[in-house]
């Protein structure tokens, strides 16, 4: 047990208590259940493919590593935004080519997030299911980033905001004096 409570000191921004763990587990439950049943009403009972895996890519760091950059608003929201664009792109100039669109989309948005210090890694995974997505989700066009990757996004967003705020140990986000889409380095 020793080792292990060492091995997640390392690898973990938050402490290991219960607490953390309790509203990490609300907060993860509250976003993805929030999104999954916008999503499914608003299609009316057809299914999840709207609801897409890189929300819970984006669960853990949100919730469950709240002071790590990676998972501040910034780049949640523009990540994921910037990252869909690029996808989408992807597809359209070559889906002939499924293999190499993959590749493309998510160096060219890991690339595109570097240059805009909105680095989200869910955001890889937001570029690759544009192009590898089903046909539902090819179909969407640019409207897959509004929906459902901006609107996911911005579910996640505001959850985070509520629920990583209710303990007193927790903050969400880290700066908060900073306007964080117009952060200052």
């Not at 192009?131 to 090819?138: R, T, Y």
Request: aromatic share 12%.
């Amino acid at each position: 047990m020793k080792k292990f409570l060492e091995q997640f000191k390392r690898a973990s921004t938050e402490k290991l208590e219960i607490a953390n763990l309790i509203w990490s587990w609300i907060g993860s439950f509250l976003g993805i259940i929030t999104i999954s049943f916008i999503h499914y009403d608003l299609f009316k009972g057809t299914d999840l493919s709207l609801v897409i895996g890189s929300f819970g890519a984006s669960a853990v760091l949100i919730y469950g590593a709240v002071h790590s950059p990676l998972a501040q608003p910034r780049n949640l929201i523009g990540g994921h935004i910037l990252s869909a664009i690029v996808g989408v792109i992807s597809f359209k100039l070559f889906s002939g080519n499924i293999w190499f669109c993959s590749a493309f989309a998510v160096a060219t948005s890991i690339l595109v997030m570097q240059l805009t210090l909105t680095l989200h890694p869910p955001g890889g995974a937001t570029a690759l299911i544009a192009v590898i997505g089903s046909e539902q989700i090819h179909n969407l066009g640019f409207l897959y980033v509004l929906v459902p990757v901006a609107s996911g996004a911005f579910i996640l967003f505001v959850i985070a905001i509520f629920v990583n705020n209710i303990p007193s140990h927790r903050h969400y986000p880290n700066d908060t004096k900073k306007i964080w889409f117009f952060r200052k380095e």
